[in-house]
T-cell receptor
């Protein structure tokens, strides 16, 4: 099946610094990737839709300047949490439509990145 | 935004028993999908049911969809300790840009 790799799996940073999370589709091209945020024991909240070669589409309430998304190639999307604060601590998960996902909407998920901001 | 509710929020059963989880949604859908998440991990796709389907099977999984009630259920038969995980339903509406919107999830614990 389609494999999505996410890196790093966990990161600890100081308040005020920026953190970049990478999401790669390993064996297929992903024109669209999605970034989700998940708090402990809660569901996934869609943050933004990342489209290769164009600007990301952000969900209502998500700060564009806070969460920078870049989808520069067909296999890589990055999420940068800028000027991180403790409230940004969360589990961030990326996903991509697989080779046939455009027809069914099935998503393949990365393993997630746990961000802790001190 | 979240689609709706899943119930129960938590379910604890013994190995060998069946587990039933329910999901309700609010908008029109093209399909409904169920995913599994082990603690601290990413999600794994389990099964997809289209809006014109009423029931679907995959191994020990059985999914039903009632579009008139905007609800779905996931049945896991003969549960195993390895089925312990959180289960999420997610709906796809192409009118919403093809976004997948997740329910609140059910935390299933299967005791050996």
């Amino acid at each position: 099946g389609a494999v999505v790799s996410q890196h790093p799996s966990w990161v600890i940073c100081k308040s005020g610094t920026s953190v970049k999370i990478e999401c790669r589709s390993l064996d297929f091209q992903a024109t669209t990737m999605f970034w989700y945020r998940q708090f402990p024991k809660q569901s996934l909240m869609l943050m933004a839709t990342s489209n290769e070669g164009s600007k990301a589409t952000y969900e209502q309430g998500v700060e564009k300047d806070k969460f920078l998304i870049n989808h520069a190639s067909l296999t890589l999307s990055t999420l940068t949490v800028t000027s991180a604060h403790p409230e940004d601590s969360s589990f961030y998960i990326c996903s991509a439509r697989g080779p046939t996902g455009g027809q069914t909407g099935e998503l393949f998920f990365g393993e997630g990145s746990r961000l802790t901001v001190l | 935004s979240q689609q709706g509710e899943e119930d129960p929020q938590a379910l604890s059963i013994q190995e060998g028993e069946n587990a039933t989880m329910n999901c309700s949604y609010k908008t029109s859908i093209n399909n409904l999908q169920w995913y599994r998440q082990n603690s601290g991990r990413g999600l794994v796709h389990l099964i997809l049911i289209r809006s014109n389907e009423r029931e679907k099977h995959s191994g020990r999984l059985r999914v039903t969809l009632d579009t008139s009630k905007k609800s779905s259920s996931l049945l896991i038969t003969a549960s195993r300790a390895a089925d312990t995980a959180s289960y999420f339903c997610a709906t796809l509406d192409y009118n919403q840009g093809g976004k997948l919107i997740f329910g609140q999830g059910t935390e299933l614990s299967v005791k050996p």
